[in-house]
């Protein structure tokens, strides 16, 4: 059974940050893409920033550009979200996914084979 499991949100102020995980299991994602997205209450869910399975590409939102940073750990099947410089507006549940057919790396978020169940980041003001 194939799973992404986030960890890592939480409550944070502006100006801070935070770290967040995603592990993936239950099957090889060496030909994957992993990455994350975002939904804010009352707003449809974007495109935060992907990585490909050997760390050579990654791409990132104009939004987070800059103060986000994805990484990933193939031994731990694990891609993280470093996020700095936190605003309110970066307020939302976080999703990961994975992507066998290059549509994560272009911010693209339907037709995604995998996603996790979220995790909530608060940014207070």
């Known amino acids: 059974q194939v799973q992404l499991v986030e960890s890592g949100g939480g409550l944070v102020q502006a100006g801070g940050s935070l770290r967040l995980s995603c592990a993936a299991s239950?099957?090889?994602?060496?030909?994957?893409?992993l990455g994350w997205f975002r939904q804010a209450p009352g707003k449809e869910r974007e495109f935060v920033g992907g990585?490909?399975?050997?760390?050579?590409?990654?791409s990132y939102s104009d939004s987070v550009k800059g103060r986000f940073t994805i990484s990933i750990d193939n031994a731990k099947n694990t891609v993280y979200l470093q996020m700095n410089s936190l605003k309110p507006e970066d307020t939302a549940v976080y999703y990961c996914?994975?992507?066998?057919?290059?549509?994560?790396?272009?911010?693209?978020?339907?037709?995604?084979?995998?996603w996790g169940k979220g995790t909530l980041v608060t940014v207070s003001s």
């Open positions: 996914a994975a992507d066998r057919r290059g549509n994560l790396l272009r911010g693209i978020r339907y037709g995604l084979d995998y």
């Open positions: 239950g099957r090889t994602f060496s030909s994957y893409a």
């Open positions: 990585i490909s399975w050997s760390g050579a590409s990654t």
